[in-house]
């Protein structure tokens, strides 16, 4: 009964593949959120969806897609993979947008290598 | 421009001592901050957050205070338990927009038996 996961936890793939990373979250919330943690250890928000709306897109290239099929579900493709996109990406989910009720939790995170 | 700062990266204690991790910011904006806790291999835990109204934010062990003057938040674990030992990240929210959260780099606690 994980509140939020992710899959896979571990990605080793080849520069130049797609690759998709899947969330589920099953607690109702309404906004999720894709974190990027890089090798010095930075958490930085890639993207948030409210209600299926994309909220947050940030500075991040457009082989990145998020895709948000239903309210539980935020799924991230990456096109085209690079070596720099070797990191530890996160999902998360808040109950709502803003507000004292936004608090965020956490998938465990994919560890996506590229080679 | 690190909004969030976490001057240190690592912070050891004795079991039973007080821990004390600090945050610094700069955006005089955000009105809303939360600690997380996050063990190896594992997604960030939610620990205790404080809105900008409030000074002081006590939960258990574990209690927040704000130094809004300052831009200046702590987190202060008392008494320290091993099981403590982990990366704490402090996290702000932007009052406006898209209340996005930024994150500190996170400081190591390690506890001493």
């Known amino acids: 009964d994980t509140a939020v996961s992710q899959t896979p936890k571990y990605l080793v793939t080849q520069m130049g593949n797609d690759k998709s990373i899947k969330c589920e979250q099953n607690l109702g919330h309404d906004t999720m959120y894709w974190y990027k943690q890089d090798s010095k250890k930075f958490l930085k928000i890639m993207f948030s969806?409210?209600?299926?709306?994309?909220?947050i897109n940030e500075t991040v290239p457009n082989r990145f897609s998020p895709k948000s099929p239903d309210k539980a579900h935020l799924n991230l493709h990456i096109n085209s993979l690079e070596l720099g996109d070797s990191a530890v990406y996160f999902c998360a989910s808040s109950q709502v947008l803003g507000g004292q009720s936004d608090t965020q939790y956490f998938g465990p995170g994919t560890r996506l290598t590229v080679l | 421009d690190q909004q969030v700062k976490q001057n240190s990266p690592s912070l050891s204690v004795q079991e039973g001592r007080i821990s004390i991790l600090n945050c610094d910011y700069t955006?005089?904006?955000?009105?809303?901050f939360l600690w997380y806790k996050k063990y190896p291999a594992e997604g960030p835990t939610f620990l205790i957050s404080?809105?900008?109204?409030?000074d002081k934010n006590e939960d258990g062990r574990f209690t927040v205070f704000l130094n809004k003057s300052a831009k200046h938040l702590s987190l202060h674990i008392v008494p320290s338990q091993p099981g403590d030992s982990a990366v704490y990240f402090c996290?702000?929210?932007?009052?406006?927009?898209?209340?996005?959260?930024?994150f500190g780099t996170g400081t190591r606690l390690k506890v001493l038996a």
């Open positions: 969806y409210n209600n299926k709306e994309l909220i």
């Open positions: 404080i809105s900008s109204i409030k």
């Open positions: 955006n005089s904006m955000f009105d809303y």
């Open positions: 996290a702000a929210r932007s009052a406006s927009g898209t209340y996005k959260y930024i």
